[in-house]
């Protein structure tokens, strides 16, 4: 039985970092760089909808709001850093360390304004308990699930339906061919990078809203959601989001013999086999 | 003067740690966020050494310390490496977030969040070092042999590789030079540095707790060397100095202390970015 109700939570879980795993793929796939402040645009949303939401903002409203806000700058960490360092040529180390360092200012902005004590969202509806047979689940929990199915199924759908996610997976796979063909990658770029914070904010908004939110909390799941998309196979969508789910299950089942405060062990372990074993993960394009 | 002198052995402390993060970031071109980890990896080994029932000396604790941060260093970089670079980033991100972890709740080895009190002071070949002035003199002699050290090993043929490596990885492999094997020696060599600094820091301050090993700090040793300046010796001096002077600094300004630590943390973020932007070459270094 809590066999079963780890496995739920699994999902819960590897939905929402299902999510977090297909927004980082996005940007990573097509800019190349690894975009590690968006563990910070990830704990940004969530403190957006929750300061919104205090001063009584509706929940749903709150949530879309971060989204814009998220994207706005998402978009100004491409235009004013990446860009400006991609001019000057600079090499990907330097890049890294860039987005190491807007990382920081992020989230010691967010720590210094909202203290790096945890915050509850105050919204009764969120924690009232749906019992479907023997499991138990919360509306938010119900949500996550939803929510992220269906940001999965409109990710997909953009990328091979319309003509800017084609265009994006154009200068993905050839960025020099794309700046050729007038596709101009750095307008991408900025437009690929605004879609992914606003992704984000679905899982940075409602898995605070089931845990409470905490400043230096976006580097783990960011963290896992880079495993699982290199375990998926980078620039592929579909196996970033399986193995997020795979991942949180396994690491959720592993409780039961395991301690939570090991569960990064597992998730790593998981990694360390991926890298030795089959580096170009399961779903691997080509 | 006490005051002066604990910060100067605290700053040649952490020269030596610059140097190891300058030799895996800046020379080896290797990006790293694990530093910290490998670093509290030395201190608490040294540590456990100089306090178990039979206490080993200061020396071999140290020279066993730093053999565990290369093994491990080795054993983190070997696998990541032979794929690609961005493994290795999260490789490092996972082994900081293990090793925090590992610091934290590895009660019975490491004491846990409380921390680990009551290191002895170092006995170095009988000369007991109690005093700070002491400890100054020794830290002293430390730096400047682990500077020494640097110097000449980026002088032989061994730093030529690695700068060479820098420059054009694929001409370095084509010239039939094993890029792997002087990536993975690189990083073993920051090993060395980072245990030996790591059981100089315990000894110090005889106090230890998971929080100077942290996250935090791996991004305060990264800035350090992105100030100072990459792939030189003066810039792992010129770093640490300065960085350490600024939250003394901040004292100075009325902020709460309920967010001085953010705040400290927030310029090394500002500093990281600026640095990048505008001078690629820290003060004192060369073009990372």
Same mark, same amino acid.
């Given at each position: 039985?809590?066999?079963?109700?780890?496995?739920?939570?699994?999902?819960?879980?590897?939905?929402?970092?299902?999510?977090?795993?297909?927004?980082?793929?996005?940007?990573?796939?097509?800019?190349?760089?690894?975009?590690?402040?968006?563990?910070?645009?990830?704990?940004?949303?969530?403190?957006?909808?929750?300061?919104?939401?205090?001063?009584?903002?509706?929940?749903?409203?709150?949530?879309?709001?971060?989204?814009?806000?998220?994207?706005?700058?998402?978009?100004?960490?491409?235009?004013?850093?990446?860009?400006?360092?991609?001019?000057?040529?600079?090499?990907?180390?330097?890049?890294?360390?860039?987005?190491?360092?807007?990382?920081?200012?992020?989230?010691?902005?967010?720590?210094?304004?909202?203290?790096?004590?945890?915050?509850?969202?105050?919204?009764?509806?969120?924690?009232?308990?749906?019992?479907?047979?023997?499991?138990?689940?919360?509306?938010?929990?119900?949500?996550?699930?939803?929510?992220?199915?269906?940001?999965?199924?409109?990710?997909?759908?953009?990328?091979?339906?319309?003509?800017?996610?084609?265009?994006?997976?154009?200068?993905?796979?050839?960025?020099?061919?794309?700046?050729?063909?007038?596709?101009?990658?750095?307008?991408?770029?900025?437009?690929?990078?605004?879609?992914?914070?606003?992704?984000?904010?679905?899982?940075?908004?409602?898995?605070?809203?089931?845990?409470?939110?905490?400043?230096?909390?976006?580097?783990?799941?960011?963290?896992?959601?880079?495993?699982?998309?290199?375990?998926?196979?980078?620039?592929?969508?579909?196996?970033?989001?399986?193995?997020?789910?795979?991942?949180?299950?396994?690491?959720?089942?592993?409780?039961?013999?395991?301690?939570?405060?090991?569960?990064?062990?597992?998730?790593?372990?998981?990694?360390?086999?991926?890298?030795?074993?089959?580096?170009?993960?399961?779903?691997?394009?080509? | 003067?006490?005051?002066? &002198? #604990?910060? @100067?052995?605290?700053?040649? *402390?952490?020269?030596?740690?610059?140097?190891?993060? %300058?030799? $895996? /970031?800046?020379?080896?071109?290797?990006?790293?966020?694990?530093?910290?980890?490998?670093?509290?990896?030395?201190?608490?080994?040294?540590?456990?050494?100089?306090?178990?029932?039979?206490? &080993? #000396?200061? @020396?071999?604790?140290?020279? *066993?310390?730093?053999?565990?941060?290369?093994?491990? %260093?080795? $054993? /983190?970089?070997?696998?990541?490496?032979?794929?690609?670079?961005?493994?290795?980033?999260?490789?490092?991100?996972?082994?900081?977030?293990?090793?925090?972890?590992?610091?934290?709740?590895?009660?019975?080895?490491?004491?846990?969040?409380?921390?680990?009190?009551?290191?002895?002071?170092?006995?170095?070949?009988?000369?007991?070092?109690?005093?700070?002035?002491?400890?100054?003199?020794?830290?002293?002699?430390?730096?400047?042999?682990?500077?020494?050290?640097?110097?000449?090993?980026?002088?032989?043929?061994?730093?030529?590789?690695?700068?060479?490596?820098?420059?054009?990885?694929?001409?370095?492999?084509?010239?039939?030079?094993?890029?792997?094997?002087?990536?993975?020696?690189?990083?073993?060599?920051?090993?060395?540095?980072?245990?030996?600094?790591?059981?100089?820091?315990?000894?110090?301050?005889?106090?230890?707790?998971?929080?100077?090993?942290?996250?935090?700090?791996?991004?305060?040793?990264?800035?350090?060397?992105?100030?100072?300046?990459?792939?030189?010796?003066?810039?792992?001096?010129?770093?640490?100095?300065?960085?350490?002077?600024?939250?003394?600094?901040?004292?100075?300004?009325?902020?709460?202390?309920?967010?001085?630590?953010?705040?400290?943390?927030?310029?090394?973020?500002?500093?990281?970015?600026?640095?990048?932007?505008?001078?690629?070459?820290?003060?004192?270094?060369?073009?990372?």
């Amino acid at each position: 039985m809590l066999a079963l109700q780890l496995l739920i939570s699994g999902l819960v879980t590897g939905c929402a970092l299902g999510v977090v795993a297909i927004s980082f793929s996005l940007v990573y796939a097509t800019t190349k760089i690894f975009h590690v402040a968006h563990a910070g645009i990830y704990t940004l949303a969530g403190y957006l909808a929750w300061s919104l939401a205090a001063h009584g903002v509706p929940a749903i409203l709150a949530l879309l709001l971060s989204m814009v806000v998220c994207a706005v700058v998402g978009a100004l960490i491409q235009m004013q850093l990446y860009a400006r360092l991609a001019q000057r040529r600079a090499t990907h180390l330097v890049v890294l360390i860039a987005s190491l360092g807007a990382l920081a200012i992020i989230q010691n902005i967010i720590a210094a304004v909202y203290t790096p004590n945890i915050l509850q969202f105050a919204q009764p509806w969120s924690s009232r308990v749906l019992a479907l047979g023997p499991v138990r689940l919360n509306y938010t929990q119900l949500l996550t699930v939803v929510i992220s199915l269906a940001a999965f199924a409109a990710t997909m759908l953009f990328a091979h339906r319309t003509i800017l996610g084609k265009r994006i997976r154009a200068v993905a796979s050839n960025p020099m061919l794309a700046e050729i063909t007038r596709l101009q990658p750095q307008i991408v770029y900025v437009y690929v990078i605004a879609i992914a914070s606003a992704l984000v904010c679905l899982p940075g908004v409602l898995v605070p809203l089931d845990l409470g939110l905490q400043p230096y909390n976006g580097v783990t799941p960011l963290l896992t959601a880079t495993i699982a998309m290199i375990a998926g196979g980078v620039g592929s969508i579909t196996g970033a989001f399986v193995l997020s789910i795979a991942i949180a299950v396994l690491q959720n089942l592993s409780l039961m013999v395991i301690p939570g405060e090991w569960s990064i062990g597992v998730t790593f372990f998981i990694f360390v086999i991926f890298m030795l074993f089959r580096p170009t993960g399961l779903f691997a394009a080509r | 003067m006490d005051f002066l &002198l #604990s910060y @100067i052995v605290l700053a040649e *402390i952490y020269v030596l740690l610059g140097l190891s993060t %300058n030799l $895996l /970031v800046g020379i080896a071109g290797i990006f790293s966020v694990s530093q910290a980890a490998i670093f509290g990896v030395g201190a608490y080994v040294v540590a456990h050494f100089l306090m178990t029932a039979t206490p &080993l #000396s200061f @020396i071999p604790s140290i020279a *066993i310390a730093a053999a565990c941060c290369v093994a491990l %260093n080795i $054993l /983190v970089t070997l696998p990541a490496l032979r794929v690609s670079g961005d493994y290795f980033v999260v490789t490092s991100f996972g082994i900081q977030l293990l090793a925090t972890a590992v610091f934290t709740n590895w009660t019975e080895g490491t004491g846990g969040a409380n921390g680990l009190p009551g290191v002895p002071p170092p006995d170095v070949f009988g000369w007991s070092v109690e005093t700070t002035a002491q400890y100054a003199e020794l830290c002293t002699g430390a730096a400047f042999l682990g500077c020494l050290a640097f110097y000449l090993i980026m002088r032989a043929p061994f730093g030529r590789l690695l700068r060479a490596i820098r420059e054009d990885e694929l001409a370095v492999a084509a010239a039939g030079k094993n890029v792997l094997r002087a990536k993975v020696s690189a990083a073993a060599l920051a090993g060395a540095f980072a245990g030996t600094a790591g059981g100089l820091y315990a000894t110090f301050l005889s106090f230890i707790d998971p929080s100077s090993f942290d996250l935090d700090a791996s991004i305060l040793l990264l800035t350090m060397v992105v100030v100072g300046g990459a792939r030189t010796l003066a810039g792992s001096i010129i770093g640490p100095f300065l960085l350490l002077a600024l939250p003394q600094l901040l004292t100075l300004v009325d902020i709460p202390t309920t967010i001085a630590a953010a705040a400290r943390q927030l310029i090394y973020g500002l500093l990281l970015i600026a640095f990048m932007l505008f001078r690629p070459q820290g003060l004192a270094g060369e073009r990372l």
